[in-house]
């Protein structure tokens, strides 16, 4: 259910160093199905729960990191609107024509204040996710890997989180569910578009456009322990759990793709609503906002970022 014109999280690009690596590890270790590749070599994937032809682009570079994070809107009429508030907020807006990336309607991209590039769309082809429109079955057959539903969220690192997030909560409609304070500086938010806990996280850090994750859900915490046990089988770079957020209620594991970028797979948070309060946690718990069962926090968790 969405809140604002925003509906959802529609996908986000990330910068591989190699090209075959990235594909075997999202699709055979994460799940993910690739939908397409297209002139550029870039390639296209989706959660297996994922309506949408693709939730996912990968694109060869030198560096990894993160290009875009993109959000569906719910129509024409609301892209056309919430690309005027984004101008009026003072962002520079491009206008990126339907098929630049294949199966995507016109795209309204637009920088922010901690330095990343977002995009607005409303259109892209329907895929579906194996199981039809009239009497569906549960789950999908032949599915590899931890089995991912979908992509979920992104956190992103840079300085001006208080900047960014007025863009999102004033201009794009989010709320905010959650912050981290220290006295008067907010150095964490957590907003939303949906009934979800978050659909994008911003971290206090001195550079600009850094990529901290991109997030996948599963349906259990026995799926999580599977991931674990996926990633020592194939020798993943784990970074930290399984556990659990005490910011979110996720339940989670986070691991590093072969060029760097860290992924998340997790299940559980909570429903928002908009009459919801914002919860705050302050530096001083910060341990056990972030690992609620050790309390303790992991420096290369809170520093490595792309």
């Known amino acids: 259910m969405s809140q604002s014109g925003v509906l959802r999280p529609g996908h986000v690009c990330i910068r591989v160093m190699d090209m075959d690596e990235a594909k075997t590890h999202y699709t055979q270790r ?3 199905l690739q939908t397409d590749e297209d002139d550029q070599g870039r390639v296209y ?3 297996w729960d994922e309506q949408d032809w693709f939730s996912v682009v990968l694109r060869e570079a030198d560096q990894p990191g993160m290009d875009f994070m993109g959000f569906k809107v719910r129509d024409e009429a609301t892209l056309e609107d919430l690309a005027a508030k984004v101008k009026a907020f003072g962002c520079n807006v491009e206008r990126v024509p339907a098929g630049e990336l294949n ?3 016109e795209r309204v991209r637009f920088d922010s204040p ?3 590039m977002f995009e607005l769309y409303a259109e892209k082809d329907w895929k579906g996710n194996g199981l039809g429109l009239e009497n569906p079955d549960a789950w999908q057959e032949g599915l590899v890997g931890m089995q991912v539903a979908r992509y979920d ?4 690192y840079g300085d001006d989180v208080d900047g960014t997030v007025k863009l999102f909560r004033e201009a ?3 709320d905010l569910t959650e912050r981290v304070v220290d006295g008067d500086l907010m150095i964490a ?4 578009c949906s009934n979800k806990a978050h659909d994008i996280a911003l971290v206090r850090h ?3 456009g850094k990529f901290h994750h991109a997030s996948f859900l599963l349906n259990s915490w026995e799926e999580v322990l599977r991931a674990a046990d996926l990633i020592s089988m194939h020798d993943i770079s784990l970074d930290i759990g399984p556990t659990r957020h005490g910011i979110t209620r996720g339940r989670t594991i986070y691991f590093f793709d072969p060029s760097g970028n860290r992924n998340e797979v997790f299940c559980g948070d909570y429903t928002w609503y908009p009459d919801h309060p914002t919860i705050t946690w302050t530096a001083d718990n910060l341990g056990k906002a972030i690992f609620y069962h050790d309390r303790q926090l992991n420096e290369n968790f809170l520093g490595v970022v792309t």
Request: charged share 15%; aromatic share 8%; hydrophobic share 40%.
């Open 103 to 105: 199966h995507c309607g």
């Open 45 to 47: 994937l989706k959660g």
């Open 206 to 208: 001195e550079e600009k």
């Open 114 to 116: 901690t330095g990343h």
């Open 30 to 32: 994460l799940g993910l």
């Open 153 to 156: 969220h992104c956190l992103l």
């Open 172 to 174: 794009l409609g989010f």
């Open 189 to 192: 938010a957590f907003l939303t």
